[in-house]
């Protein structure tokens, strides 16, 4: 009788996933044949049987700056209610506004997302929030309401989940005495990304979860509220208090993988333990947004149960976070215009994109890890360091350049890189900032021919590869897999918003050739991966595409 084959271990089935669909200068990873943009996924899931409720649009009215939403402390706290929860998620879910180019038209968001296919869904859990229903609620972007999949029956006791796993019998319902409770469970809708983008699809959902995150923890500055990811709780869990593993409600309709709790707090963060709903009161049947898939792609199903988790050993960030001098950011602009302005750039214009070096050192001074917005969204020690490659920046030699952005690194990746670089601090980077010349040179054409040919990479200021310590963080803990791309997106999002606060316009690179990348910098093993790419520069605008208001017809 012959043996039953070995049961691969999550981690492996997480490394051997990263392995099998890296893109090389021979040969893409798995993706479709072809395309049919009249086919295209609905970019919008809703409930059909759910009870609607409008919110209101206040976004334009915030006077919040843009300064004033990245400085802690600088905005007071705004009650924890209806408004509140409605400005929230105008911000980080909502639409930013309609573009249209000849019949063609399709929604912007301020959430940024591969493609603009939007894997990533919102739900909120609310007890006692005044003006919203207790209970579990679908966000929808398209028009600006929450759908209540869950409303409480009453009476009745229904579990409260803990980071230690301990579960208390409380009531759902809404008590006087009661604190208002608030959460966001997100979750990705896989296909949207994998209908265009085949079996690599998975990476870019866990990046867009990143941007996602980062989005919650900007919207929530602009009310002085806090927003943290609930560390400690596992997929399955996070699936029971979304509604994620009802499978009648979802029959025939694309499944939702469970993947962030995180907790919104009035003020300076405070652990409060979420409402779990039992098994009465859901309502609600998920829309089918294919119904006519060409393509699978088993992989993505395998290697995310595998990363399923979200229960491991912690990972404190270092206290070193806190060591840096605080930024001084005097950025007069709206932060909602910033947040809604905001737009992933298509195109530079090459000659007009030198960047001021004062620009460009706060802008990269924005990405070390303090214990501030949006970073303080979650308390993991920093993994991703940036492989820069200047192009057009005032006063600075075009070249090679690192940002290890935590301490104890920066041997690490000198032992991990070529020998030969040279990792000397620039003159005029300012002392706390980990900035070092790895190699003076014209790199525009290596950026572009890694970043898959694209003259995006090339035409900008600069451009940047995000390197991960990568296969010890997997092996410890598979889940981390998931962890390691939000961290990239989260550093992706403040790009996004840095860029467009300063005049410029950034975009996310999801398409690179991995492993010729590594090559060039010296990589030989997979203790640091590349898990994203990012470019900032003056961006061309294309005035043939006509804008149109997000939600017409409709005022706060």
């Not at 089935?13 to 890296?22: D, F, Q």
């Not at 408004?83 to 929604?107: C, I, M, N």
């Not at 303080?376 to 075009?398: M, N, S, Y």
């Not at 790419?533 to 003056?538: A, D, K, L, Q, S």
């Amino acid at each position: 009788m012959n043996a039953a084959p070995p049961v691969a271990r999550p981690a492996d089935t997480a490394l051997a996933y990263h392995t099998r669909t890296k893109h090389s200068l021979k040969a893409y990873a798995a993706g479709p044949e072809t395309l049919d943009w009249d086919a295209q996924p609905n970019p919008f899931r809703e409930f059909e049987g759910c009870p609607r409720l409008a919110l209101p649009l206040a976004a334009e009215g915030l006077a919040v700056t843009y300064g004033e939403m990245v400085t802690p402390g600088a905005v007071p706290a705004a009650p924890l209610d209806l408004a509140g929860v409605a400005l929230l998620l105008e911000l980080s879910f909502g639409l930013a506004g309609w573009k249209q180019y000849g019949p063609d038209r399709w929604a912007v968001r301020c959430n940024p997302s591969s493609g603009n296919l939007h894997p990533t869904e919102a739900y909120v859990l609310a007890s006692n929030v005044a003006g919203v229903p207790d209970g579990v609620h679908h966000y929808v972007s398209h028009d600006h309401v929450l759908e209540q999949r869950f409303a409480p029956p009453a009476p009745t006791s229904v579990a409260f989940a803990s980071a230690s796993g301990f579960a208390m019998q409380r009531s759902f319902a809404r008590s006087p005495a009661g604190p208002a409770r608030l959460h966001l469970a997100l979750s990705s809708i896989h296909w949207r990304e994998a209908w265009k983008y085949g079996e690599r699809a998975f990476r870019y959902c866990q990046l867009d979860l990143g941007h996602a995150l980062a989005g919650v923890r900007y919207a929530a500055a602009c009310l002085g509220w806090s927003a943290r990811m609930v560390e400690g709780v596992g997929s399955a869990e996070i699936a029971r208090l979304g509604g994620f593993d009802r499978e009648a409600d979802f029959a025939g309709a694309e499944r939702e993988d469970p993947d962030i709790l995180i907790q919104i707090t009035p003020g300076p963060s405070v652990a409060v333990t979420p409402p779990v709903p039992d098994a009465r009161g859901w309502v609600g049947q998920a829309n089918v947004l294919d119904r006519h898939k060409l393509y699978r792609w088993p992989v993505i199903d395998a290697v995310s149960a595998a990363t399923h988790g979200g229960t491991g050993a912690p990972d404190p960030a270092p206290a070193g976070a806190n060591a840096l001098p605080p930024r001084v950011v005097a950025n007069a602009a709206k932060a909602s215009a910033v947040i809604l302005g905001r737009r992933s750039a298509q195109r530079f214009e090459a000659k007009n994109s030198a960047m001021p070096q004062d620009v460009f050192f706060g802008m990269l001074d924005a990405l070390l890890p303090r214990n501030d917005a949006p970073f303080d969204a979650w308390g993991f020690t920093p993994r991703i360091h940036p492989l820069l490659f200047v192009h057009r920046v005032e006063g600075l030699a075009p070249g090679l350049y690192a940002l290890p952005r935590r301490e104890g690194i920066t041997d690490g990746l000198k032992a991990a890189l070529r020998s030969d670089f040279q990792w000397v601090k620039p003159e005029g980077c300012p002392d706390h900032l980990p900035l070092y010349r790895l190699v003076e040179t014209d790199c525009r054409g290596i950026a572009r021919t890694i970043s898959c040919h694209q003259a995006i990479a090339s035409d900008s200021s600069f451009a940047l590869a995000m390197l991960s310590e990568f296969e010890a963080t997997v092996a410890a803990d598979p889940w981390r897999y998931r962890q390691l791309h939000w961290e990239a997106g989260l550093v992706g999002q403040v790009l996004y918003l840095e860029a467009e606060a300063a005049g410029f316009r950034g975009t996310g690179i999801g398409c690179f050739f991995d492993d010729d990348l590594h090559r060039l910098v010296g990589l030989e093993s997979l203790e640091f991966q590349s898990l994203y790419h990012f470019t900032v520069g003056r961006p061309a605008i294309d005035t043939r595409i006509t804008t149109e208001p997000a939600y017409p017809g409709r005022s706060a």
